[in-house]
Nanobody
Framework: QVQLVESGGGSVQAGGSLRLSCATSGIIFSTYCMAWFRQAPGKEREGVARIATSGSTTYATSVEGRFTISKDNGKDTLYLQMNSLKPEDTATYYC????????????????????RGQGTQVTVSS
């Protein structure tokens, strides 16, 4: 059984930091492209960052320079370090795993990814 479990969400003031984790089980983690998505109420879901099996990364323009995606293949865990948080970063954050598409582009909606977590809430107050 495949599981992706996010943690690390919470409430923080603008300018603060949070580190999200996504613990996985049931997959050979190192062979999957991994990504973070987010969705805020009333807004479209957005691909935030993705990391390929090679370690190459891609970020949404809205978070580039503030967020860092990383992974620990030994712990089968994905991370998202979020710095300089803004109120507009408030959303539910989801991790996802995929191995069918070369490059696993962020432009593909979360629902199309092979495996997805249940999400963790991040709230940034001004």
């Amino acid at each position: 059984q495949v599981q992706l479990v996010e943690s690390g969400g919470g409430s923080v003031q603008a300018g603060g930091s949070l580190r999200l984790s996504c613990a996985t089980s049931g997959i050979i983690f190192s062979t999957y492209c991994m990504a973070w998505f987010r969705q805020a109420p009333g807004k479209e879901r957005e691909g935030v960052a993705r990391i390929a099996t090679s370690g190459s990364t891609t970020y949404a323009t809205s978070v580039e320079g503030r967020f860092t995606i990383s992974k620990d293949n030994g712990k089968d865990t994905l991370y998202l370090q979020m710095n300089s948080l803004k109120p507009e970063d408030t959303a539910t954050y989801y991790c996802a795993a995929e191995r069918r598409w070369p490059g696993c582009p962020l432009g593909v909606d979360l629902n199309e990814w092979l495996y997805r977590g249940q999400g963790t809430q991040v709230t940034v107050s001004s």
